[in-house]
C-alpha cells in the first residue's frame, strides 16, 4: 500500500523535474520561483497563504495548458506536471505554511495530551464498536499509517496517509459483512473504529496536518473519495475534542475519575523524569518505564529485553510493523538531509529535497 503510493508519487514529481530541465520551460520556472520569493513579501496568515497558493494553482494550469511542452498532454499528463507542482512549491513554503500560528501549535499540544490520557482507559466498547469488528492486527497496520504522515511535506502524501488508514478499515468492515454476516451500518460502524483507531495511533500534530491538508491541496483533487476519508478524521478529531462521558458508553463519574488518575500518573512521570534529567538517581529506575508501560497498554519498545525463547508467533506481526516504521522515519530522515539546487540562467536556483540517489538540476542554457 505505502509502496505503490509512494512510487506513483516519485514518477509523477520526477516526471514534473524532467519537464523543467528543459530549456523551453524557462518562463514557468520563473513563475515559480516569482511566486516562492513572493510569498515572503506578505506576513504568514494560513488562509491568506492558502487562498493565494491556491490561486497561483489555477494560473499555472493554465499555463502549463497552453505551454508548448505539453503540446497534445492527455488530462492525466496535466494532472502529473500539477501534482509535480504542487510538491515541489509546498515543500519549498513548508516551514512557513505548516502549523505557522501559535494557536496551531497550541491545539495540537491539546489533542495530544487528551489523547495519551484517554489511552489509559478508552476501550473499543466505549465507542460501542461491535466485537465482530474489533480486529487489533488491522488497527494496528491502520494506526501506522496515520502516524506517518508526518514523514511527509507534500498536501498529497499527507493525505494519502489518511487515505491508506481509511482504507484499511473499510476493508476490515467489509470482510467482516462478508465472513461474519455482520450487516453495515456504514458511517455508524467506520466513524467510530476511526475514532478509536486515531486515539491509539495519537498522530502527531494532528490539527496542524488537517489543517494543511484542507488549505495546501488542490482543491480540484480533495473530492470523491478522499474528501470523505478527510472529512471523517476531521470529524474524529473534533470528536476527540469535544469527547466527554456523554460522548461515551461509560459512567460518568468512572470516566472523571479514570482521567483524573491518568492525570496522576503522567504528572508523577513528568515529575520523576525531570529528577532523573537532574542528575537525583531515582532508587528504582523502572519504575517510570513501568508506568509508562501501564498507561500505554504496552512500552513503545516492548522488545527490548526479550529473549528469542520468549517470542510467539503473534509478536511476528508486530515486530515487523515495528522494523518498518523505524526504516520508514530513517529513509525520511536521510532523504531529509540532501538539498540539490538547479541553476537558471540569471545566476539564481531553486534548492529541493529530494529523496536521495536523484538528480534534480535543472539546467538552462544562457540565452535560451
Not at 479514570?258 to 496522576?264: D, F, I, L, V
Amino acid at each position: 500500500m505505502e509502496s505503490a503510493a509512494a512510487a506513483a508519487s516519485s514518477v509523477t514529481f520526477y516526471d514534473f523535474l524532467d519537464r523543467m530541465r528543459n530549456p523551453a520551460s524557462l518562463d514557468l520556472v520563473r513563475s515559480i520561483k516569482s511566486f516562492i520569493v513572493s510569498s515572503s513579501f506578505y506576513a504568514a496568515n494560513p488562509e491568506n497563504d492558502g487562498k493565494r497558493v491556491q490561486e497561483f494553482y489555477l494560473t499555472m494550469e493554465g499555463a502549463i495548458r497552453e505551454h508548448p511542452l505539453w503540446t497534445g498532454a492527455t488530462e492525466e499528463e496535466v494532472d502529473h506536471a500539477m501534482e509535480g507542482l504542487e510538491k515541489y512549491v509546498m515543500t519549498k513554503l513548508f516551514s512557513r505554511t505548516f502549523a505557522s500560528a501559535s494557536e496551531d501549535s497550541k491545539i495540537d499540544h491539546e489533542i495530544s495530551e487528551k489523547i495519551c490520557l484517554l489511552q489509559t482507559f478508552l476501550k473499543p466498547e466505549h465507542l460501542d464498536i461491535p466485537a465482530v469488528l474489533q480486529n487489533e492486527a488491522s488497527w494496528l497496520l491502520a494506526e501506522k499509517e496515520l502516524q506517518k504522515i508526518n514523514t511527509f511535506k507534500a498536501p498529497r502524501e499527507k493525505l494519502s496517509c489518511i487515505m491508506n488508514c481509511c482504507r484499511v478499515i473499510n476493508n476490515l468492515l467489509l470482510n467482516a459483512s462478508m465472513s461474519e454476516n455482520h450487516v453495515l451500518a456504514g458511517l455508524d460502524d467506520f466513524l467510530p473504529v476511526l475514532i478509536y483507531v486515531t486515539i491509539k495511533a495519537n498522530p502527531p500534530q494532528l490539527h496542524s496536518n488537517l489543517k494543511f491538508i484542507q488549505l495546501y491541496r488542490r482543491q480540484a483533487k480533495l473530492v470523491s473519495e478522499a474528501a470523505y476519508y478527510f472529512t471523517n478524521l476531521v470529524s474524529a478529531k473534533e470528536f476527540i475534542v469535544d469527547l466527554s462521558a456523554k460522548s461515551l458508553s461509560m459512567d460518568e463519574i468512572k470516566f472523571e475519575e479514570s482521567m483524573q488518575a491518568a492525570r496522576s500518573t503522567n504528572k508523577e512521570i513528568q515529575t520523576e523524569a525531570s529528577t532523573t534529567l537532574l542528575g537525583q538517581t531515582d532508587p528504582t529506575p523502572t519504575r517510570i518505564q513501568d508506568k509508562i508501560r501501564d498507561l500505554s497498554g504496552g512500552s513503545n519498545y516492548p522488545y527490548m529485553d526479550a529473549k528469542a525463547g520468549e517470542l510467539t508467533i503473534g509478536d511476528v506481526e508486530r515486530l515487523l510493523s515495528l522494523y518498518k516504521d523505524v526504516v520508514t522515519k530513517y529513509t525520511s530522515l536521510r532523504a531529509a538531509v540532501r538539498h540539490h539546487s538547479f541553476p537558471h540562467s540569471e545566476g539564481t536556483s531553486f534548492s529541493l529535497t529530494q529523496p536521495e540517489g536523484v538528480n534534480t538540476k535543472i539546467d538552462h542554457q544562457r540565452g535560451n
